[in-house]
């Protein structure tokens, strides 16, 4: 386990790896960092709300993430990234709460339009930016957390 309610097998869980036959397990140095992002990120915001959630997007080896259209160079791949939604709580709150209470490296509100849309993309690294973006399909990334609802 990674943290109480988080385990590795959750954050290396991938359909597309599975799929396509592609080996998705971590190194040390990537699992001291998904570590890292379970003790400092996704326990406290389970603690906070007291909601049981998925990751939808943790550790992705160089192979999956190519594979996915992502790049080998992604926080992903070195284990300190996570995309999640916490079901019945809107994103934008959601990104709120991290910023206000958590140590983050990026805080990305990504593809939302308005309450449980889009996900949220939160990493961590040994000197965390604090950096906060938004993403859209039309703008790409902005600077802030922005609400174009």
Same mark, same amino acid.
């Given at each position: 386990?990674?943290?109480?309610?988080?385990?590795? %097998?959750?954050?290396?869980?991938? /359909?597309?790896?599975? @799929?396509?036959?592609?080996?998705?397990?971590?190194? !040390?140095?990537?699992?001291?960092?998904?570590?890292?992002?379970? *003790?400092?990120?996704?326990?406290?915001? @389970?603690?906070?709300?007291?909601?049981?959630?998925?990751?939808?997007?943790?550790?992705?080896?160089?192979?999956?993430?190519?594979?996915?259209?992502?790049?080998? %160079?992604? /926080?992903?791949?070195?284990? /300190? !990234?996570?995309?999640?939604?916490?079901?019945?709580? !809107?994103?934008?709150?959601?990104?709120?709460?991290? %910023?206000?209470?958590? *140590?983050?490296?990026?805080?990305?509100?990504?593809?939302?339009?308005?309450?449980?849309?889009?996900?949220?993309?939160?990493?961590?690294?040994?000197?965390? @930016?604090? *950096?906060?973006?938004?993403?859209? @399909?039309?703008?790409?990334?902005? %600077?802030?957390?922005?609400?174009?609802?």
């Amino acid at each position: 386990m990674l943290s109480e309610n988080f385990s590795i %097998k959750e954050l290396i869980k991938s /359909q597309t790896a599975e @799929r396509q036959g592609i080996n998705n397990n971590p190194g !040390a140095d990537e699992i001291r960092y998904m570590k890292m992002l379970a *003790e400092k990120i996704l326990q406290p915001v @389970r603690d906070n709300y007291g909601i049981p959630f998925s990751v939808s997007s943790g550790y992705r080896c160089p192979e999956l993430s190519i594979q996915i259209g992502s790049s080998k %160079k992604s /926080q992903h791949c070195k284990g /300190q !990234a996570a995309d999640f939604e916490v079901p019945g709580v !809107a994103n934008m709150g959601l990104c709120n709460f991290i %910023k206000d209470n958590l *140590e983050f490296d990026q805080l990305i509100l990504e593809c939302y339009t308005g309450g449980n849309t889009g996900w949220v993309h939160c990493s961590i690294a040994d000197e965390p @930016r604090g *950096e906060l973006l938004t993403f859209d @399909r039309h703008n790409g990334y902005r %600077k802030g957390l922005i609400d174009d609802s």
